[in-house]
């Protein structure tokens, strides 16, 4: 190759390899400072979002998006400082929970605990004073299945949220307690309740496990009509937990049960609500008289505020169950 040649070729591969090397550190340049806008855009959205969490996170946990036991969507803004409750059950459980100061308003039937009969009357489950409810200006009113649609309405159109609870399992308890704590901002103390009663479950289940099971029949109501608490009732977990068997738990819910049934299943234990009727003479009534419980002895009067309302009151009626089912055992 003549030297003009090579260094020509020379001269040319030369520049372009310098060519080459600037090419080199300008992309360098360029993919450092791309590298570094990323890192800069991480921190940044770090940076961003950490409030966004912080306020999710705020101490009231409002506004709160429940679903009521009528399966409603309901949102509640901000923690409630004024609460009617027009279900006995309900009112116990906010006082549990520590809310008595807010409570504005209770039903007619409310009794326990005894310092409820200070609070206003404004009516019962399905006849509620509606007017009343208005003026005590409520920011949300809790209240049973029978409470009705029409009622609800009414407060709604007046900018009150109605929460509607209607416990029939024994899990609905708990269920009733957690939502009533999230909507009040009292989530960990129903938390804590709940979990109270569950642990108070496990002691009894714990006493009787092994032991035999005796037939119990529960009377809601006796006379024209026989009511009974079936299969998916929470007096029918009661029984259970207690270590009895349910002789309705061939029904569903709380039905009037045939005197003919009754007779045909012959209980060995039959257990009655105090509120039942003329219980005094549950051994010498009809069908009653023909069970082997009346025959042996074995029928036992309950208060019916700790065995029927879903509250946490349900663990005393537990343990009174597991009594008259297991005396050897509950002394």
Known sequence: MPEYGFAKYYSVNNSFSERMKIMKRFLSIILISLLVLVLLTGCSSNNIQQPQADQGQNKSNFPVTITDFMGRQITIEKEPQRIVTLAPSNTEILYELGLDDKIVGVSE???????????????????????????????????????????????????????????????????????????????????????????????????????????????????????????????????????????ASDVEGWKDYSLEKLVEHDPDIIVASKHAGEVDKLADSPGYKETKAAKNGKIFIIDDNIIVRPTSRILEGINEMAKIIHPEIFK
């Open 109 to 247: 039937y409310d009794d326990f605990p005894p310092q409820v009969n200070e609070k206003p009357k404004l009516g019962g489950f399905s006849t509620p004073n509606i007017e009343a409810v208005i003026d005590v200006e409520p920011d949300i009113v809790i209240v049973g299945s029978s409470f009705g649609e029409e009622n609800a309405k009414k407060l709604e159109e007046a900018g009150i949220p109605v929460i509607v609870t209607a416990p029939e399992s024994f899990e609905d308890i708990y269920t009733s307690y957690e939502m009533i704590g999230r909507i009040t901002g009292a989530g960990e103390k129903a938390n804590e309740i709940v979990q109270n009663i569950k642990d108070g479950v496990s002691e009894v289940q714990k006493k009787i496990e092994g032991k035999e099971k005796p037939k119990v029949y529960f009377v809601v109501s006796m006379g024209q009509s026989n009511y009974t608490a079936g299969k998916g009732t929470f007096i029918d977990a009661v029984i259970n937990i207690a270590g009895g068997e349910n002789v």
